[in-house]
């Protein structure tokens, strides 16, 4: 059963069950717009998944069937009423573009499970996860030229890096709406599920994740982070110097001697 955990705020719910952290944007009467006490949330939550051995691999969602149709543009620069979120904002260097994902990512994979409205800082904080699962029905988009706005959140720079130029100048420079049938073909998102089964099939993605060895994905996923824009030849220094101590980890004894017996590993990130 996932236990909700006291870095939580008022719109923004973190919970732990077993390896997986589930995050919900928690502002349901805003479309799960962002606000501060959200992005403060966040920012802790991926700070938590980073700094507790035990987690594996994390979950963003959003409350009532609705990611996040992005920045509160009637409510920015209002400080929350929680005097203790107002603490952390003074704690926490750069908290709005850490929440964003933009900067601080957690070392461990992210998977968004995405309904309903994904636009916008939703879009932003979709292409900063790792995996990305979206219903059927859902609306993605960046809309923030058609606003006079500019997307804050690293996506003028990751979306054409991950997509390609051309997609990705159809999604910034139009700010139309996107079908997840459009984001599967360019590459943008990995699933498409039947309305109200992201959370689920994100959740099954998450145990999968989690029963692997978490040096071995945590070491993938920080070698990608780090050489994905070197030569091939200066990137592969830095894989072996990443990869040679998961080799020689208890782990990987472990997850050999599981094969060789014909059972499940019993992964302790050692």
């Not at 998102?189 to 040096?215: E, F, H, M, W, Y």
Request: a negative charge; proline letters at 7%.
């Amino acid at each position: 059963m996932a236990e909700r955990l006291p870095i939580s705020t008022e719109h923004c719910t973190v919970e732990r069950d077993g390896h997986v952290v589930i995050v919900t944007m928690n502002r349901p009467a805003a479309r799960n717009a962002l606000s501060s006490a959200m992005l403060v949330g966040l920012a802790d939550a991926w700070a938590y998944m980073s700094d507790t051995p035990e987690v594996r691999v994390g979950i963003l969602t959003g409350a009532d069937g609705q990611f996040c149709a992005g920045a509160d543009l009637k409510a920015m620069g209002t400080p929350p009423s929680d005097p203790a979120v107002q603490e952390r904002m003074r704690h926490i260097p750069n908290f709005h573009w850490k929440g964003l994902l933009r900067e601080g990512r957690p070392t461990k994979p992210l998977i968004a499970a995405i309904e309903g409205y994904a636009v916008a800082g939703g879009t932003e904080l979709l292409v900063g996860t790792d995996l990305r699962v979206v219903a059927e029905d859902a609306t993605l988009g960046l809309y923030e030229a058609k606003r006079g706005l500019f997307p804050m959140g690293g996506c003028a720079i990751r979306l054409p890096r991950q997509i390609g130029y051309a997609a990705a100048m159809d999604i910034l420079l139009t700010a139309r709406s996107v079908t997840p049938a459009e984001a599967l073909d360019m590459g943008l998102i990995n699933k498409i599920v039947p309305p109200g089964q992201a959370l689920a099939a994100a959740r099954g993605l998450a145990d999968q994740i989690a029963a692997c060895g978490p040096l071995a994905v945590q070491a993938i996923l920080r070698t990608y982070r780090e050489t994905e824009h070197l030569a091939e030849e200066e990137a592969l220094k830095i894989s072996d110097e990443i990869g040679w101590p998961v080799i020689g980890s208890a782990d990987a004894k472990e997850g050999s001697r599981a094969f060789k017996e014909k059972r499940p590993p019993n992964f302790e990130g050692r």
